[in-house]
């Protein structure tokens, strides 16, 4: 029912935008709109954009149809590219990607083929409050305990500029929480995949996303939501420490608030705009070979062990 109200509302919130695109009533009368996600099938983004497409043609004039496509890879770098780059500006295509990507474009990050200051931006399904889960059979009970153990947990991540990343990188550097990251999975049903299978032991997850796409863990108490990281503490999970109770200097409580704060909205809905220059190569042949998580895990560019 959450999800339903969510997507209804942001349905109602984009039809002013695609009206206002589109003066012809009718534009969209059997017309087809293209939802395109930017990870893998049964995590957290695909649970959004489904639900949206479930009710979003009901809200538009001449009542589209709405698929939804898969297009992970690259922490979602592949699906903000196409939709940028490849997709044409006609309002039959929506791109749902991390918000974190426009900060890596500041930062210079490779790869990068749009300019994110150039996509058409319609909503956002849902504010992201950031917690650090870890499996139960690790033995991790408190925070404190665990920051001066040094016990070294494995989190499970999709690439630099998402919240499964950023944030245990940035607890490793501002309260030294012993964490190494295996980055490179499709989404965070592969990461709960991996979690269940004892590749990984630990995941940086919205709790949005994580009561939902990992209700099973949480309900057989195999996960555990041990830090949260926010400013404030969620309604429902009260009795979670904040990650930024632990920072010991002003620098590091202001890195932890400066991007908690930053990642709150951070998987926007966007459609392109025809601005894109040049027609380089497809981000899906430029991004290739095997990834960090590979190597990490010892695994060779097929898959083959390493070790």
Known sequence: MERQVIAALLALLLI??????????????????RLIVGFSAGGGYDAYTRTIARHFGKHIAGNPSCVVDNMPGAASL????????????DGLTIGHFIGGLFLQQLLGK??????SLKFGYLGVPAQDHFIIGVAKSIGVTDPEKWITSKQTVKFGGVGGGSGTDDFPNLLKATIGLPIQMVSGYKGTADIRLAFNSGEISGISNSWESTKSTWKKELEAGD???????????HPELQKVPLAISFAKT???????????RSRRFG???????????GSGPNSTQRIHGYDERSRVLGRGPKGESRR
């Open 250 to 260: 002003d620098e590091a409580k202001k890195l932890i608030e400066t991007v908690a």
């Open 78 to 89: 592949i699906s903000a590219n196409y939709v940028y780059k490849a997709a044409k500006p």
């Open 223 to 233: 996960l555990i939501a041990a830090l949260q990281v926010s400013s404030k503490p």
């Open 110 to 115: 490779p790869g990068i083929e749009f300019d």
């Open 267 to 277: 998987s926007p809905l966007c459609r392109s705009t025809g601005n894109a220059e």
């Open 16 to 33: 002013a935008t695609v009206e206002q695109v589109f003066a012809q009533a009718n534009f969209y009368e059997g017309k087809t709109i």
